[in-house]
């Protein structure tokens, strides 16, 4: 059966999809008996979610398929798969990502128009897929730290549970470009999520949040990792260099076991009136025990400014 349409529109989950098209639908034999399948191509289409008026994409061509393996009104919906899938959508705000995305991640979406793709997989078990995003003039946070430049973000859903308790991003990377007073190119930071799992990621019914990062990659702004660092002493840093961290964070405070190595050929260190200037490498990390954590650190400078790495007081 095919039904074509100036106006279809279909609500899944939290979602509502309109826009104009077909609906195609076929009964088919399986081994255990008839399935459905479904399938609704919508032109012009237009996906919101929940109350949220604005819309997520705007999408010349957006598809959605259902696999039912048994068309009975109660089995349907724990039997069924659902595939969204979007080959070109403009994001007119990505800002209305922000609700998507945990408060612990180290990127935040703020604002801006940016170009997507995507294929998402919905089941009884969960979520799985990716969604990339691009676009200039984008305002993120990173590491609390709000920036304008330009991003690509290539986010890869491992699994996200229906009931919001699990967030699997491992394998998600993004590009972030950004114009800097100081230097004449264009700073350029990339890192990618070796690991991004997330536990109650929205603090449900009370729930504390609790992280777990392991990312590599390349930081041209190092004061992006201000937060991570112990706070006694006024520590802060400056330059550009190669970047590991393990974090494993509840809420937003770090736990025993989390670490963060920083390798720099401009590596700038300050802590209460001294500075440290050079090449080397600077290491943060959290010790003790989860009801009394410590956060400390380890700087190594071979070649300084002052000679030997040694700090100086800043003048």
């Given at each position: 059966m095919t039904v074509e349409a100036s106006a279809l529109e279909t609500r899944f989950l939290d979602f509502h999809a309109e826009g104009?098209?077909?609906?195609?639908?076929?009964?088919?034999?399986?081994?255990?008996?008839?399935?459905?399948?479904l399938q609704l191509e919508l032109e012009q289409a237009r996906l919101t979610r929940g109350q949220d008026t604005r819309p997520l994409l705007l999408a010349p061509s957006l598809d959605l398929t259902a696999d039912i393996d048994t068309p009975t009104r109660d089995h349907a919906a724990r039997s069924a798969t659902l595939r969204l899938s979007w080959p070109e959508a403009a994001v007119p705000?990505?800002?209305?990502?922000?609700?998507?995305?945990?408060?612990?991640?180290?990127?935040r979406l703020l604002g801006g128009s940016a170009a997507s793709r995507g294929q998402l997989t919905f089941d009884a078990s969960g979520v799985r897929g990716e969604v990339t995003l691009t676009g200039q003039d984008i305002r993120t946070s990173l590491l609390d730290t709000e920036v304008l430049g330009t991003?690509?973000?290539?986010?890869?859903?491992?699994?996200?549970?229906?009931?919001g308790s699990l967030l699997d991003l491992s394998g998600s990377r993004f590009t972030l470009e950004m114009d800097d007073d100081d230097e004449a190119q264009r700073l350029t930071t990339r890192?990618?999520?070796?690991?991004?799992?997330?536990?109650h990621p929205f603090g449900a019914d009370g729930q504390i949040p609790?992280?777990?990062?392991?990312?590599?990659?390349?930081?041209?702004?190092?004061?992006?990792?201000?937060?991570?660092?112990?706070r006694a002493h006024g520590l802060t840093l400056r330059g550009a260099g190669q970047l590991q961290a393990d974090l494993d964070l509840i809420g937003h405070e770090p736990q025993p076991g989390s670490q963060v190595r920083m390798d720099?050929?401009?590596l700038a260190v300050t802590f209460l009136d001294y500075r440290v200037a050079g090449s080397g490498r600077l290491e943060a990390f959290v010790e003790g025990?989860?009801?009394?954590?410590k956060r400390d650190w380890h700087s190594t400078c071979p070649v300084s400014r002052w000679g030997g790495g040694t700090a100086r007081p800043n003048t």
């Open positions: 104009r098209g077909r609906l195609i639908a076929r009964l088919v034999e399986a081994a255990d008996g008839p399935a459905a399948e705000d990505v800002a209305v990502f922000a609700r998507h995305l945990p408060e612990s991640s180290p990127l991003l690509g973000l290539e986010l890869l859903l491992a699994h996200a549970s229906l009931d890192l990618l999520a070796r690991q991004a799992r997330f536990t609790r992280t777990q990062l392991v990312l590599d990659g390349s930081v041209d702004r190092l004061g992006f990792l201000d937060r991570l660092l112990p720099a050929n401009h025990d989860t009801a009394e954590p």
